[in-house]
Structure formats: structure tokens, C-alpha cells
């Protein structure tokens, strides 16, 4: 894999090795903010949720144990309060009963203070209690185990958090990075000081987590970004059978926009995921600098990465947007300009060699060619902000947020369909088998 | 996929509640009950070493039933003391179901009774309240997905040509209790029809995954959805929607059609207990060669794993595209997935 920070910067040439698919189970306390802190361990380490009990939870011990025991978890994250101490405690008697027998035994990380944990060692056993002062240990601790013990791997999330600081750290501003891949989509929001929020979200992506996709976000809302008609069972098959590619670039028109969907769709579930762990979801969509990573940056043309990008992230500011191909590097390939406006409105785009206007009408979608890669600065309807024009130019989106498609086909398909060419993202002929 | 006769290892994993099981080394046959147990309700938490003045470790050497029996309300699940005796007594007719770190007891009404059966001809390798395994000769084939509970049946041949589709018609209370092969595909109408007649599964070379929705749910996905409860069992051996299988995979059916057969739905694998000479024995790769280590059932581990840039290493060409499929013996099983 091939790793930049931008097209200024140095290329490094990184191996990815193996690392294993980490299944964890959270187990947490009556307030929400517990439930957050759970689920934003398991996004931030790249782990696979595979259950969620709740202190509260409204099932049985039995039925408890049983999800447990289903789950074969590999680690179970626990965290609560002081008042939880009794519900988790009695949760871990569950987990006795339910996992006591698997093999190898799960192991019990808490994020808890050093009263409950001490409460809780004794009851987890014989299940090894690790208490963890803060989340970051935390999720080191669960990427090891990914690692599988072996310092050396590479993780691919640990690599795009690296890519999305040094980009924030670059362009002195806030950055993310989406990336998608066959099994996992990735948002991480990097800020010049270095802090980063992340979700790492697997399996959820175009190959072997599509079928997930579906699962997640209901056929009909992968099918409404198709430029054509088509009859669900028909894509269901397609969404299923590309869980079982070997990998390898998509080769027909109607596999590419078929990922394309599919990735937008991952990108808005990976972002609900974000919201619902508490990250600054509000942050990522107004991110100056944003990188296209993984599978979602190597479709056949930039057109077709900035598509599925504007629709499944929804920017709302102003935003320069990279791709970066697994195998390739760097290219800054458009600047997002996102408006929302009721009536028409002016956006005076100013540059170098003189300045324009461009009348935005409500629901709008539309290319402004610039020349190649200039610095532009937009003002006006709403929006101000600067950045580079890439090798497309300034995309002005102005279909409001939050996005919503025509329900019927004869009016989402015209749509969806105008909107691919303006971005040269479809054939000419809009034709597709 | 191929053929394959070899010794494989099934693991088949068992709910809460376990009475009895098979024990290590002993040997069982496809269909034989390996484990029995019931089902639980929601369980009562009784004090125990509390209320008989005893540290929770001292608790064990006072029950007198042992964990995993059933009792009768009012029993004596604990007691301590000759002339100022104190006990604990059940205060519900269930099973002695968990002792916890306090040294409190859980009691749970048993509201139904389950049973497991093997998967292989074969010897329990492994056995305690969380799986057994099982290990034995068989002929396999490696599916891509599989549905519903485990089947154990006789082989049948439901269609003349691998490329043929199972037709509704086909399918009547003649069938009960056998396998059936059904060519390239096999529909929603198909499967619940044999299920209502009492067909143990079927075999197909693709299944549209909107017929699949319609059994199974929305939730089901392509990594298949192994169940212990009363639904139709399907396997799934080459990919979703309709697959022609190859002559390789197809004409031995013919040759094995009568043996006795399962589907082990964890692993997606469908074994067949037969002598019989298929043709085309396979001499497996040494990655596949079933070692003891942990559940054998699931394939060896290959690419799947989570993480893998797509972009380094070796890989082998796509073997399908959307439109059309090609077996492929790199292919990921259900349980890497």
C-alpha cells in the first residue's frame, strides 16, 4: 500500500501485514454516556461488535448468557459507574456461565475505576480482568490483539489515522479520511494538534462487507443511487455474490456504480455509527481537507470518487477533497462547495487570474471547470471558504442537507442520473446492463 | 470445490442448559443424539453460602445436588449443621443452573428440552457444556453459505441435470428426512415447501438470496445463518442466485445418491458417509489436512481475515464477476467471514 499526505508531500511505501478480526462484546452501564464509551472503544480499536448488553438489559440471565456464549467473543469491554457495580456484576456472572467453556476464553477489558474494577476482577473469573486508566489504552491494547502479538504489523487503521494527522498537520487544518475498503469504512477526523476521532467499522464496505451494507441500510436505500432501474431481487444477487470475489478492480459500468452506491451507503452508516458514539460527526462534514482512501478512491475516474463521497458524507462546508488509491498516489481531484439556500443565490468564486459568479438555484448539482488545480476562494449564499480547484474544479452542491432522493423512480432515476453526469461520473449514454 | 474424502473435525455447539453429552473418545454416527438438554427461562437467584454462613468456596462441598440437575420446588439444594440445621431449598421445580462468585445459586424453569446431533461418523474429541467435537472420515463438499439448523439425511437426487433448477413439483411427503440435491438453484417456494414436507435440506448450486430474505429474514447475509431452531436447512455451494455446478462436483451425487448424508451448517460443509469410489478422489493440500487443533469444521484460515490490503501479496485472479460464477477452492468459508 502506498501512503501520502497529499500531493506535496513524500510517498512512503508501507507493507500491510495480516491481522485478525477481533469480535468483542460490550457490556455496559444504565446511562448513555456509558453506552457511547463502549461503542467508541470497539469503532476506535477496529474491533467486530458481535453484542451489546446493558446493565439494564431487558432479557433474561439465561437469554444473557446465551447471547454471550452465540457471540464467542474474543474480549468483552465493560464499562460502567459505581451504581452499575451490582447489574455488571451479575452481567459477568452471564458471561461465567455462557462463556466458561469456550476456547480460547474471552478476556475482560474494563474501563471502570479502581473500586468497581477490584469489584468486578473477583467476579470475572476465571476470565483475565484488565483494567484500563483510559480509552487510548484501551484501544492499544485491542489493536494488539488484532496484531495478534506481533509488533511489526502495520494495521490499516493505525496507517490512515497517521495519513489523516500528517494531512491536518499539512494544510493546518481539519482533516478527514474516509476510506472503504472490501470489508471495513473508516472515517477518522484529524485536527492540526494532532487529536483524532475514529470509527473503524467492520464488516461494513464493498466486497466482502456488502452483503452487511444491504443489511444495514435496507436494499432500497443502496438501490436509489442507481442511475438505472432494477428489480431487487437482481441486486441483491449482485450484493451477495460480491462477498465471495477474490478482490480485483470492478470491470463493467454496472459494477462500478454498484460500489459506488454500496459505498455511499457505507459512508452514511459509518458516519450514524460516528453520531452515535459521540463523535463530532458536525466536524467531519465541514472538514476543510478531506482524503478519499481504499476502494472508494481507486473507481475508474475521480468524478466517480467525489460522487460517492458529496452523497455519502454530505459535506457542509467548504472542502477540498484528495484520493488516494491503494496503489497510487495523491491527487486532489475537487473542491466541494456546499449551499444550502431556498431561493437563487450568487457565489462569487474568486482566483488568480480574475474572479466569476455563479448562480446557485435549490437543488442544484453543477461543475465549475476552473483550469488545472488553482487556488479558489468562495464567498457568498451562505458559504465562505477557500481551497484548490484539483483536477476537476469546484463542485457546487446545492440539494440541501439533509440530502433526500425523489421516492419515485421516475424522478429519482433522471436525478440520480443527472447528478453522475455532471460529474462525467456515468457513460455518455447513461446506459447500463 | 471439489470432492473431498478425508478425516474432518465438525464442532457443533450447544445451548445453555446441557443434561448429558457424548464424552471424549467415544464413537458416534451421523444422526445419533451427542447432547441433550433443556430450555431455560429466566433463572432465580437464590442465596446460598450467604444464608448457610459459609464462604463461597466452601459452598461446593455442601450442595447436595450437583450443578445441571433438575430439582423440585422445596428440594434441598444445600445444607449445613445437625441439630440447628440450615438449608437452601428450590424454591421452583427447574435445573440448578449456575453458582455464582458469591456462592448464590441460579434456578431456572425448564420450559423445553433440546437435543444435538452429530454432524460425522466419527469420536468426540472434545466435549464440555460449550461444544462437541467430532472427528471422522467423510466425503465433503465445501459450500459458500449455509442456512437453518444442522440436517442429517439420506442422499436424493432431485434433478436429472446440474444445471436444472428443483422444481415445486418435485418435492412431496416421499422425501422426508432425506438430502436433496436441486442442480443450479432453488427457490423460496422450494425450500418451504420442502420443509413443510419434512425434507431434512436441500443442496444447490446457487440460492437467490431473495428467496433466502423470505425464509430466513432481512437480517440474513451471505455468510449464511446457522440456527438451531425449526427452520428449513439449505447449503448453498457455489455463490447466490442461480449456479450451474460443475460435472466434477454433480455426477458423483449419482454415485452417492442413497448414502447418508449431513449438512453441518456452521462450516457449510455437506458430508457424506459412503465407501463408494466418486472417481475423482482429491488428494487435499497439506494447509487443509484437518491437524486436531480447535474446530477443524471451519476451513482453514486464508485471506479473510480482517485487515488484509487487498494490495500486497499474491492473490489469485477474480474468479467471478457479478454476472456469472466460477468455483473457486480459494473461496472464503461462511465461519472466516
Redesign the interface.
Known sequence: ?TVSTGIDAPVEET????????RVALVHGREEASRRAVVHLALAS?A?IVTRVRATDPR????A??AL??AKPDVVVIQGGAKDEGALAELL?AL????????PMPRVFGLVDTRVAQALR??A?PFEFERFASASEMVEALRQL?RGGNADVV???ALIEDGARALATTNATTALVVDV????TSLVLARPDGRIEAAHL??LGLG?G???VV?RA?LDNVRRWLPWPID??AL?????????????PA??E??VL?EMALAREAIAHALRDAADAGLDVAAMRSAPSILITG?AASLPKAGQSLLVLVDGLEPTGVSTVFREP??GRAERIGMVVSVTTRKSAKIRIVRATGRSVARVVPGSFDLVAMGADVEVAVNGAGVRGHGRSGELGVLIDARGRPLSLPERDAERIPAVARWHAALQAIAEDGSST | MTWRRERWSADHSLPIGVTKRAQVGELVRAGDIVAAGATLAGALRVPGARKLGLSPADLDRELRVPVGSDVVAGAVLARVGRVFARSVTAPIDGRLLHITVDGDLYIAPIVDRWTVRATLDGVVTRSDDAVVDIEGEAWCLQGAAAFGPDAIGEITLGVDRPDADLAPTRIDVRLAGRIIVGGARVSAEVITRAHACGVAGLVAGGVPPAGLRVVYGDTVTAAGAPSRDDRPTVLCLMGFGSAVLPRAVFEPFAVLAGARAAIHTASARLFVFSTADIGRPETPPPDVVVTGEGPAAYAPAGRADADVDEGDGDHEEPAQNDEELTPSASDPTSSER
Open positions: 500500500m507493507r500491510i501485514a495480516l491481522a485478525r478480526a477481533l477496529g467486530e433474561s440471565f439465561v437469554e448468557a446465551q456464549r452465540d456472572e461465567r456461565l455462557g462463556c466458561g467453556a469456550q476456547r473477583t467476579r473469573s488484532r494495521l490499516r487503521d475498503t472490501e470489508r471495513s467492520v464488516p466482502m456488502a452483503d452487511h443489511v435496507s431487487a431481487p441483491l444477487e449482485r450484493v451477495f455474490n460480491r462477498t465471495r470475489r477474490t478482490g480485483g470491470t463493467t454496472a459494477a454498484l476502494q491503494d496503489e
